[in-house]
């Protein structure tokens, strides 16, 4: 079945580093990719999407690229702030093109917890 | 402000009891869901909705039940079936429903953390 591999964490930086956090993903079809962020005891924010191929989504300084030929969606930011603190996560969405037969349900990974240093 | 609402943010129940946890969207979404989150797991889907009175079982149902009588609100019984109910809930919505074309975008409530004692 469908699924998405992210790094394990916790990933730990000093402010104004640079950050990828790696997301790999098994699908049938041509899945949405969605990068999610979750603070401290709060409901997910959706961070940023794609939805097809070479598709490029950004978001407060973040972005990722959908790769099909390496099935990746990487997310990086030039220069993390202490506030970018988090739970990031990796999710598809299986795209169904002839409007049929998916659900259309979200597939997170485990998140990798990010902690920026002053 | 539109949004999804879930209510109590911290729950507490006794071993053995059954226990509701309320979501209200006011997004007018088609579709509803409820997870569950773990520490290092990720989440996981319990049940799923795409349109009023009408649901699915997800990943880990089990244990749970819910309810669709309105498009606005998608409350998730956690029964004393459940062996192991202590976690973090999250319920979701997105605009798709049963059309396929429509964005599945998923819009997040801020959670309730349930604890069995």
């Known amino acids: 079945g469908d699924s998405v591999t992210q790094m394990e964490g916790p990933v730990t930086l000093s402010e104004e580093a640079f950050l990828t956090i790696n997301c790999t993903y098994t699908?049938?079809?041509?899945?949405?990719l969605f990068w999610y962020v979750q603070y401290p005891g709060e409901g997910l924010q959706l961070l940023l999407k794609?939805?097809?191929?070479?598709d490029k989504g950004s978001n407060k300084g973040f972005e990722a690229t959908y790769r099909k030929e390496t099935t990746s969606f990487h997310l990086e930011k030039g220069s993390v702030q202490v506030s970018d603190s988090a739970v990031y996560f990796c999710a598809l969405s299986d795209r169904d093109l002839n409007y049929g037969g998916s659900q259309g349900n979200l597939i997170f990974g485990k998140g990798t917890k990010l902690s920026v240093k002053p | 402000d539109g949004g999804i609402t879930q209510s109590p943010k911290y729950l507490f129940r006794k071993e053995g009891q059954n226990v509701t946890l309320s979501c209200e969207q006011n997004?007018?979404?088609?579709?509803m869901y409820w997870y569950r989150q773990d520490p290092g797991q990720g989440l996981r889907l319990i049940y799923y909705?795409?349109?009023?009175?009408?649901?699915q079982k997800g990943d880990i149902a089990e244990g749970y039940s819910v309810s669709r009588e309105k498009k606005e609100s998608f409350p998730l019984t956690v029964t004393s079936a459940q062996k192991n109910p202590t976690a973090f809930y999250l319920c979701?919505?997105?605009?798709?429903?049963?059309?396929?074309?429509?964005?599945?975008?998923?819009?997040f409530g801020p959670g309730t953390r349930l604890t069995v004692l």
């Open positions: 997004l007018n979404h088609d579709a």
């Open positions: 794609a939805t097809k191929a070479d």
């Open positions: 909705s795409q349109i009023v009175n009408d649901f």
């Open positions: 699908a049938t079809g041509y899945p949405s």
């Open positions: 979701a919505s997105s605009i798709r429903g049963r059309d396929r074309r429509k964005d599945n975008e998923q819009f």
